[in-house]
C-alpha cells in the first residue's frame, strides 16, 4: 500500500516505511542505534536535552478556524500563519532523502468521533511510540485511508535561536487550516500525544463531546469511574487496578452514550517503578514498549530508580500488554468522578467528596501540582491551578468545559470525589507522600459506593466534606490536622492555600 505526501510537500523521501511492525520498528530502532534492547526486551531510547514537554513551544497558528475560538493566553501562544510556513519549509528540506517512518491510524474509540491521524516521524522510535499509543488500524483500513490530521516530528532539526515567532530551537505547532502538527527540536514523544489530545480538545466540544484529561476504569460491576488530574496526581498508576477493566489512563471522551478513550495505549512513569506495588504496569513493560530516559545497568536491566536523564522516566505500551482491559475502549456514563490533586502544602485531605457546585469549582480551579520533570523547568512540586485539570491542553475557554461537565455530573447524578495523592502531615521536604496502598484503598471505597455509608463532615478551613472513616486507612490520617506535628501551623498553611484557591477562582466569578 503506497503512500505519496506530497500533499504535505514531502518529496524526495530516501524510503518511506509505512505501519512496519512493532518487531520492524525495535530492529530500526537498534540497527539506527535510535536506542538499546533492555533485558525486558523493550527498546530504550534517550530523547536528549528535552525530557519532557516544552509547554511554553507550543504554539496554536491563529487563522480563521482558530481567532476567536482559542482561550489565547498564559498556555495557548498564538502564531503567525506566515511564520508556520516558514518553518514548515525548513522541516521538510531537512527532511528531504530521509528514511521515514509513518503510522496510519486513529484517536477516539467511538467510531463517530474518532479522527484518522497520520503520524509522519524522522525516528523509528517515535513511529513506534505512535503505533503503541494511538488506536491501531486493521489492515483494511488502511486502504483508502484519509488522514484528518497529521503530525511530523523531526526531533534533529533544531530552529535557529532568536527565529521570528518561537522560543527556542524546540518547537510544537498547532495549525487547524492545514491540519497539521509541526514538531521540531523536541524527541519528548509526550509531544506527540498531548498536541493531538489538544486537537481533540478544540474539535468535540463542537460536537457536544467532553473531552478530559482523565484515566478511566470499568468494576466487576459494570460502573465506570474516571480520574481526572494533571501529570503525575496518578491517572495511569491508579486506573490501571487488577480489579478493575481499563478503558484508558490518559484522555477520554464523554458523549451522550459514555465515556471513549481517545488512544490505544499507555504512557506511564517509570521513576521508582516496583513491582510489588505497580505489577501491571512492571509487567507491561516488555517486546514492543519502548522506555524512555530510563537508566539501562550493565546487564541492560532497567534501572527504574536512576534518575540521571530526569525524574520523568516512561513507559509507553499498547494498552492490551495490561491484562484485565475493556477491549472496546468504551464504557457507561460514569458513576464515579475522582479528581485527583497533588497537594505539595500537605494540608488537603486524602479524600473529600464534593456536592455538584462543589465539583464544579474545584474543576475549574484545578489545584494541584507540577510535580518534578513532565514540564520543562520544573524540578520539585510546585502549586498550580491547572484549569480542567490539564489547562495546558484545553484550548478553548475552561468554562465550555466545565459546562459540559456540569450537566453530565447532573443528568447522571455521579458521586464526585477529591482525592489527595500529595503530601499529607506537613507539606513538600517535611511530611510525607501519602501511601500509594492507602490511596488505592481510598479510590476502591470511593468507587464501590463503600463511602455512601459513611458519616461526613465539614472541615472548618477548606468547607470539605471528609468522612470520618474509609476501609483500609488509619482514620486519623482521613484529616491531615491530625497529623501536623503542630495543628496551629497546618491552620496557618491550610489558611494560606484556602486564600490562594479563593483568590484564582475569582478570575471566573466576573
Ligand atoms: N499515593 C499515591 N497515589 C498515586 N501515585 C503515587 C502515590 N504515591 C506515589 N505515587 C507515584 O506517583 C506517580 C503518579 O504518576 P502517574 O500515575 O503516571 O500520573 P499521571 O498518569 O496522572 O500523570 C507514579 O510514579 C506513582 O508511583
Ligand atoms: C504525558 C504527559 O501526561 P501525563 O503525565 O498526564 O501522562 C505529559 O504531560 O507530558
Ligand atoms: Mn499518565
Not at 471528609?466 to 503542630?486: H, K, T
Not at 501551623?489 to 483568590?503: F, G, N, P, W
Given at each position: 500500500m503506497d503512500i505519496n505526501l506530497d500533499y504535505l510537500d514531502i518529496k524526495d523521501v530516501k524510503h518511506l516505511h509505512r505501519n512496519i511492525s512493532a518487531a520492524n520498528l525495535t530492529e530500526f530502532v537498534i540497527k539506527r542505534e535510535e536506542g538499546k534492547l533492555s533485558s525486558t526486551g523493550s527498546v530504550v531510547i534517550n530523547t536528549g536535552k528535552y525530557t519532557g514537554r516544552s509547554a511554553k513551544d507550543r504554539f496554536i497558528v491563529r487563522d480563521d478556524i482558530t481567532g476567536d475560538k482559542v482561550n489565547w493566553g498564559s498556555t495557548n501562544f498564538p502564531i503567525d500563519q506566515d511564520v508556520f510556513d516558514e518553518l514548515y519549509g525548513e522541516v521538510v528540506e531537512y527532511l528531504k532523502e530521509k528514511d521515514l517512518f509513518v503510522f496510519d491510524g486513529f484517536v477516539g474509540a467511538l467510531k463517530e468521533y474518532t479522527l484518522p491521524i497520520r503520524v509522519v516521524c524522522e525516528c523509528a522510535y517515535q513511529a513506534l511510540f505512535a503505533n503503541q499509543m494511538f488506536i491501531r488500524p486493521e489492515k483494511e483500513e488502511l486502504e483508502g485511508f484519509m488522514p484528518q490530521f497529521n503530525v511530523i516530528s523531526a526531533p534533529g532539526f533544531k530552529a535557529k535561536v532568536g527565529q521570528r515567532g518561537i522560543n527556542s530551537e524546540c518547537f510544537i505547532l498547532i495549525n487547524f487550516s492545514k491540519k497539521i502538527v509541526l514538531i521540531g527540536g523536541t524527541g519528548y514523544s509526550g509531544e506527540i500525544k498531548k498536541s493531538i489530545f489538544s486537537v481533540m480538545n478544540f474539535l468535540l466540544p463542537q460536537k457536544g463531546v467532553m473531552p478530559m484529561h482523565c484515566s478511566a476504569n470499568i468494576g466487576k460491576d459494570g460502573k465506570t469511574a474516571i480520574f481526572f488530574g494533571l501529570s503525575g496526581t496518578g491517572k495511569t498508576t491508579l486506573s490501571t487496578d487488577p480489579g478493575r477493566k481499563l478503558i484508558g489512563d490518559d484522555e477520554h471522551g464523554w458523549c451522550d452514550e459514555g465515556v471513549f478513550n481517545f488512544e490505544g495505549g499507555c504512557y506511564a512513569k517509570t521513576i521508582n517503578l516496583d513491582r510489588e506495588k505497580e505489577r501491571e504496569i512492571y509487567e507491561a513493560i516488555k517486546f514492543g514498549t519502548i522506555l524512555e530516559n530510563v537508566v539501562l545497568k550493565e546487564d541492560r536491566t532497567p534501572d527504574y530508580e536512576d534518575n540521571t536523564y530526569t525524574e520523568n522516566t516512561r513507559a509507553a505500551y499498547p494498552i492490551h500488554y495490561v491484562d484485565n482491559i475493556q477491549e472496546s475502549g468504551m464504557g457507561g456514563n460514569p458513576n464515579t468522578i475522582i479528581f485527583l490533586t497533588c497537594d505539595a502544602f500537605g494540608v488537603m485531605p486524602p479524600i473529600a467528596k464534593l456536592n455538584a457546585q462543589e465539583a464544579i469549582e474545584h474543576f475549574i480551579s484545578g489545584y494541584t501540582s507540577k510535580v518534578a520533570g513532565t514540564e520543562r523547568g520544573i524540578t520539585e512540586p510546585e502549586a498550580t491551578f491547572s484549569a480542567c485539570f490539564g489547562e495546558p491542553f484545553m484550548l478553548l475557554n475552561p468554562m465550555v468545559y466545565a459546562e459540559l461537565l456540569g450537566e453530565k455530573i447532573e443528568k447522571h447524578k455521579a458521586d464526585v470525589y477529591l482525592i489527595n495523592t500529595g503530601w499529607i502531615g506537613g507539606g513538600y521536604g517535611k511530611g510525607e507522600r501519602i501511601k500509594l496502598s492507602y490511596t488505592r484503598s481510598i479510590v476502591n471505597a470511593a468507587v464501590s459506593g463503600k463511602l455512601r455509608k459513611v458519616n461526613f463532615y465539614k472541615d472548618s478551613i477548606?468547607?470539605?466534606?471528609?468522612?470520618?472513616?474509609?476501609?483500609?486507612?488509619?482514620?486519623?490520617?482521613?484529616?491531615?490536622?491530625?497529623?501536623?506535628?503542630?495543628?496551629?501551623?497546618?491552620?496557618?498553611?491550610?489558611?494560606?492555600?484556602?486564600?490562594?484557591?479563593?483568590?484564582?477562582?475569582?478570575?471566573?466569578?466576573?
Open positions: 477548606f468547607e470539605l466534606f471528609i468522612p470520618e472513616s474509609c476501609p483500609g486507612v488509619p482514620s486519623e490520617i482521613l484529616n491531615p490536622r491530625n497529623i501536623w506535628d503542630d495543628p496551629e501551623k497546618y491552620d496557618k498553611e491550610a489558611l494560606k492555600l484556602k486564600e490562594k484557591i479563593t483568590s484564582n477562582f475569582k478570575k471566573y466569578k466576573q
